[in-house]
């Protein structure tokens, strides 16, 4: 049994590794930012205050090998490609040297060695480098788009696509050999083996060449859904859609579709299989994986939802927000009106009304931004079962309207719960 940590435990490839080297009896510890309480031996580490090899010896004390899928798209607030790719890596490398912890493999992205069109591979760039330049048994796997049973990022956003009535054409995108998440563990496992060559890079990749509206249409085929209409989007419609996502992203959410994503998806994500084949390594097709992997409910879900999500939060963080601005506004006559007939009078009144729009505003920022998003949909179903049954007590006749505010709050209730729901990316 070898103890190991993989970094980046909690992402797509992180926690099918975490998993798989579980079941085999090692001793595993996965190390992210968001480790959060689901499992004991679960470390929370952030690359981005990794600004010195001590920072890490604490957290590899009888640690005998390490996996690296710590990743991060794009520059924010919170994250740094630099620190995540180059900066925080290469201390965690220092650290392995000074420990003598010989075996480590790193995974980087396809093609960073033949073109690096943003900063997310530049970076990655810089940390490969950064590894091979230590005295160490390293593997640098440079995997191209990765699909499995579970769903992030690229692989989610492509769900989402093949769930629409009429399938989107992205201009100017490369193309993708998909390569089966599956695969991805198998060959982690084959360099964890202690016989396992080292000083190597190879490039993970599948048997087959798919544009990307080829892949999402596969995947549509799979959740047995009749062909879609293609619909060639503009370049200045994809354009748009980038920028925005760039917007969001302001919010603390991880929308797939960014700046990064339209510089990378133009270079496509392709590769030489010869390295996984010369170690005895078949990745199996994507056709060959839904075969084999029937859609459930569960998936077909999944897809539909995908899209729906950020249209929700976009939906009640703007009614909360609006309701605000409209109670301060045009509805100043009404709400005062209501608190008079409810008993509350003059001062009293206005200041309740202004404390409502104020409530309601707060919930719409915070619902709108990603880190108390969680927060803001608890308080958005409080204040609303507050609102119901404080008008319940001073204004009971509301009841008798059909078009008033008592029997709209349920339908907005239900829907703060269904954001709930969905609001976990992984």
């Known amino acids: 049994m070898v103890k190991i940590a993989v970094i980046g435990g909690t992402g797509l490839l992180g926690s099918a590794i975490v998993a798989d080297l579980s079941s ?55 994250e740094s490609t630099s620190m995540v790719h180059h900066h925080g890596i290469a201390n965690l490398f220092a ?15 396809i093609g960073v060695d033949r073109e690096t069109p943003s900063a997310f591979s ?85 048997p087959d060449r798919y544009s990307f509206l080829e892949v999402v249409a596969l995947i549509r085929r799979w959740c047995r859904w009749s062909p879609a209409r293609e619909v060639h989007l503009p370049n200045l419609a994809s354009g748009v859609m980038y920028k925005i996502g760039d917007m969001i992203s302001l919010l603390g959410w991880r929308p797939p579709v960014r700046s990064t994503a339209e510089r990378e998806i133009r270079r496509g994500a392709v590769g030489n299989r010869e390295d996984m084949k010369r170690l005895g390594l078949h990745p199996k097709g994507l056709p060959e994986f839904f075969a084999s992997e029937p859609a459930s409910v569960q998936e077909r879900w999944f897809a539909r939802m995908y899209l729906l999500k950020p249209a929700i939060f976009v939906v009640l963080s703007l009614f909360w927000i609006s309701t605000a601005f409209v109670s ?40 709108a931004y990603r880190p108390t998003s969680r927060y803001g ?6 204040i609303s079962i507050a609102y119901a049954v404080i008008g319940t007590i001073l204004v009971p006749r509301l009841w008798a309207d059909p078009l008033g505010p008592m029997l709209k709050i349920w339908p907005i209730i239900v829907l703060h719960f269904v954001a709930l729901a969905v609001l976990d990316d992984r």
């Open 24 to 78: 085999r009896g090692h001793s595993v510890i996965s190390m992210s930012r968001r480790a959060g309480v689901a499992s004991p031996a679960a470390i929370s580490v952030d690359l981005n205050k990794a600004t010195s090899p001590s920072y890490w010896l604490p957290y590899l004390d009888g640690v005998e090998a390490v996996v690296n899928c710590a990743g991060v798209l794009q520059d924010s607030s919170k």
């Open 95 to 109: 650290a392995c040297e000074q420990l003598k912890i010989r075996r480590i493999i790193h995974f980087s992205a």
């Open 122 to 206: 530049e970076t990655k760039l810089s940390g490969d480098k950064a590894l091979m330049e230590r005295d160490l048994d390293w593997i640098i796997l440079r995997p191209s788009v990765v699909i499995g049973r579970a769903a992030y990022g690229a692989s989610a956003l492509m769900r989402g696509l093949a769930a629409l009535p009429a399938l989107p054409v992205m201009p100017n995108t490369g193309q993708l050999q998909i390569v089966l998440l599956e695969d991805v563990v198998r060959t982690v496992k084959y360099f964890l083996d202690p016989g396992a060559p080292t000083r190597k890079i190879v490039e993970l990749v599948g």
């Open 328 to 367: 301060l506004g045009p509805g100043w006559g009404y709400g005062v009106g209501l608190m008079r007939e409810g008993g509350v009078e003059g001062m009293s009144a206005a200041l309740t009304v202004v404390a409502g729009a104020l409530a309601d505003l707060a919930i719409g920022l915070a619902i």
């Open 377 to 382: 949909l608890y308080a958005a179903i409080a």
